[in-house]
């Protein structure tokens, strides 16, 4: 095993052995996979679940992870049909000393914490933002609801003939977007 899959499985170990829930397809192909991921508390995605898909390329961890929400969120920077995210640490200043558990505990709770409406990928969650911050946050409230809040049912319905523990490793390759 060579040193950037050594670095990758540590990172997906340390992902799981922090609480996160992580579904590798069926291939075992490992620079693939998805993580479940929960909008940070005190905000407006607070209550949603969010299945977020990683691609690590061959180049890790000197190159960054590709990452894009499966479920729809609105968000100004992250685009509503491709579920891309436009966010610096991941375009521009990666750096090796990055983890994917960096991704999940800091960069992606902060971009939900704090959304920059200047430089949109989703440009009608900008402009609404700008221009009308009440209806924004309602938007924000109804696509959790709707499309974050399923996330949350699915979970336990599919946890009924499982334990409860949320850090298990899954082999799941149900990756279809709501």
């Not at 920059?116 to 990928?121: F, Q, V």
């Given at each position: 095993m060579s040193s950037p899959e050594k670095r990758r499985d540590m990172d997906i170990m340390k992902l799981i052995m922090n609480g996160f829930k992580v579904e590798i397809a069926k291939d075992d192909n490992a620079h693939d996979f998805i993580v479940e991921f929960h909008g940070p508390k005190n905000t407006l995605y607070e209550g949603g679940i969010w299945k977020v898909n990683i691609v690590i390329p061959m180049?890790?961890?000197?190159?960054?992870?590709?990452?894009?929400?499966?479920?729809?969120?609105?968000?100004?920077?992250?685009?509503e049909e491709s579920g891309s995210v436009c966010l610096d640490v991941l375009n521009q200043t990666w750096s090796p000393m990055f983890d994917l558990a960096n991704i999940f505990e800091m960069f992606l709770p902060q971009l939900l914490t704090y959304p920059?409406?200047?430089?949109?990928?989703n440009p009608r969650a900008a402009?609404?933002?700008?221009?009308?911050?009440?209806?924004?946050?309602?938007?924000?409230?109804?696509y959790v609801d709707k499309y974050a809040k399923d996330e949350i049912k699915k979970g336990h319905d599919d946890d009924d003939d499982d334990d409860d523990d949320a850090s298990s490793l899954s082999s799941n390759a149900s990756f279809d977007p709501l």
């Open positions: 180049q890790y961890p000197f190159k960054s992870p590709s990452l894009g929400f499966k479920n729809c969120i609105f968000h100004p920077n992250i685009d920059n409406p200047a430089d949109p990928l402009s609404l933002m700008n221009q009308d911050a009440k209806l924004y946050e309602t938007t924000v409230r109804q």
